[in-house]
Every structure is written in C-alpha cells, then in structure tokens.
C-alpha cells in the first residue's frame, strides 16, 4: 500500500484503513505512513470494530486524524461515509474531543 502511494502523482485527500489487516496491522501502516517525507501529512482515519483505550489512544499518539469505531447497522455505516465524505480534509484540524467517532 504504502510503495503505491509513494509511487503515484494522485495523493488521496484522505486513507482510512482498519487495525486488524493482514501482513501488516494498521499500527505498522500508520507508522510507515507518518514516517514517510511524501506521505506524512496525508490524513489518516482508522476504522476499528475496537473501542478500547489503548487501540485509540496508540492511534492518537501515531497521529491518526480521526478514530471510528465500527457501526453494527447498514445504516449507521453509510451515515459515516457520509460524514467522512463531508469533511474538508484540507482544513480539517481535530480536536482530542473530536478524535473518537462512534455512531451506535
């Protein structure tokens, strides 16, 4: 993933990917994103069924943009879409308060 985004003129405005992926865990990409000279103000927001302190706050402290929690409704997840779709991740800049996204 990482070797793609380095290798392209198309930078996304903004990657969200879960913690639990194989051969590598999103910690390990968030790292490589945040220590790439290229990619390392790419905005960043994990999607995680976890809701635990730790996963969010490791994601906070490897400067993730935003966490959110899994929804378990259809419903709820197109309403996420939807409000990360809206947001301008130009300009966004989150607070500690707006970090932790969760619908249900």
Do not use: C
């Given at each position: 993933?990482i070797q793609?985004?380095?290798?392209t003129?198309?930078?996304?405005?903004?990657?969200?990917?879960?913690?639990?992926?194989?051969?590598?865990?999103g910690?390990?990409v968030?790292k490589?994103?945040k220590?790439?000279?290229?990619l390392?103000?790419l905005p960043?927001v994990i999607?995680?069924?976890?809701?635990?302190?730790?996963?969010i706050?490791?994601s906070r402290?490897?400067v993730?943009?935003?966490?959110?929690?899994?929804p378990s409704?259809?419903?709820?997840?197109?309403n996420?879409?939807?409000?990360?779709?809206a947001?301008?991740?130009?300009?966004?800049?989150g607070?500690?308060e707006?970090?932790?996204?969760?619908?249900?």
């Amino acid at each position: 993933m990482i070797q793609g985004l380095n290798h392209t003129s198309t930078i996304p405005l903004v990657i969200l990917f879960d913690l639990n992926m194989p051969i590598k865990n999103g910690f390990e990409v968030l790292k490589e994103l945040k220590g790439s000279h290229l990619l390392k103000k790419l905005p960043v927001v994990i999607f995680s069924t976890s809701d635990d302190n730790t996963s969010i706050e490791s994601s906070r402290r490897l400067v993730a943009e935003m966490y959110i929690v899994k929804p378990s409704s259809f419903t709820s997840l197109i309403n996420i879409i939807k409000f990360i779709i809206a947001i301008d991740w130009r300009t966004y800049s989150g607070s500690t308060e707006d970090f932790v996204y969760k619908v249900d």
